[in-house]
């Protein structure tokens, strides 16, 4: 199994600012790694895939980096709307997801 | 616009079966990789398995012996059928679309099942 491990698990941001979240892979999944948005209530949103790929009509404030086993997802000017809980996700082998990170107003 | 949406009961006994259906509105099943997801109380995600709408299927290890997913074209709908539940069980499903066998591009908006007696 391909273990995901994503930090932190809650982070405390303020709007405008500039959040990063870290995911690291067990092993190397070439590149297959997505970003996703969960709110309450409301349907996941896919924001990143092939690590780096932005989703169409998701704002550019969202962007992924990273390769081999080291990922990190960073909002640029965090908006209202983007308090949520985040989700990394490989699909190199199966698919299996990290763990979350909740971001909540400071 | 295609959406997603989950249906079946909110409440299951242990032991018992827990059966969800995943109706797909808005556009064809066809041509798709479809999966279920989970995510219980204070926990992560968890991919369950996948169908494409031919049939095929493929399921999480740790959970193969109890899923089963089906399809069925003519309704647009894929279902989810895991047997002899407990607590653990307990959580919100999800279905979703993917985007070749790849990342999942399209979710629903999950329905919770709580298993209890």
């Known amino acids: 199994d391909i273990q995901m491990t994503q930090s932190p698990s809650t982070l405390s941001a303020s709007v405008g600012d500039r959040v990063t979240i870290t995911c690291r892979a067990s092993q190397s999944i070439n590149n297959w790694l997505a970003w996703y948005q969960l709110k309450p209530g409301k349907a996941p949103k896919l924001l990143i895939f092939k690590a780096s790929d932005l989703e169409s009509g998701v704002p550019s404030r969202f962007t992924g980096s990273g390769s081999g086993t080291e990922f990190t997802l960073t909002i640029s000017g965090l908006q209202p709307e983007d308090f949520a809980t985040y989700y990394c996700q490989q699909y190199n082998t199966y698919w299996t997801f990290g763990q979350g990170t909740k971001v909540e107003v400071k | 616009q295609v959406q997603l949406e989950e249906s079946g009961p909110g409440l299951v006994k242990p032991s018992e079966t827990l059966s969800l259906t995943c109706t797909v509105s808005g556009g064809s099943i066809s041509n798709y990789y479809w999966s279920w997801i989970r995510r219980a109380p204070g926990k992560g995600l968890e991919w369950i398995g996948y169908?494409?709408?031919?049939?095929?299927?493929r399921y999480n290890p740790s959970l193969m012996s109890r899923v089963a997913i089906s399809v069925d074209t003519s309704k647009n709908q894929f279902s989810l059928s895991l047997t002899s539940v407990s607590a653990a069980d307990t959580a919100v499903y999800y279905c979703?679309?993917?985007?070749?066998?790849?990342?999942?591009?399209?979710w629903g908006q999950g329905t919770l099942v709580t298993v209890s007696s």
């Open positions: 169908i494409f709408y031919s049939g095929a299927t």
């Open positions: 979703a679309r993917h985007r070749s066998v790849r990342e999942m591009e399209l």
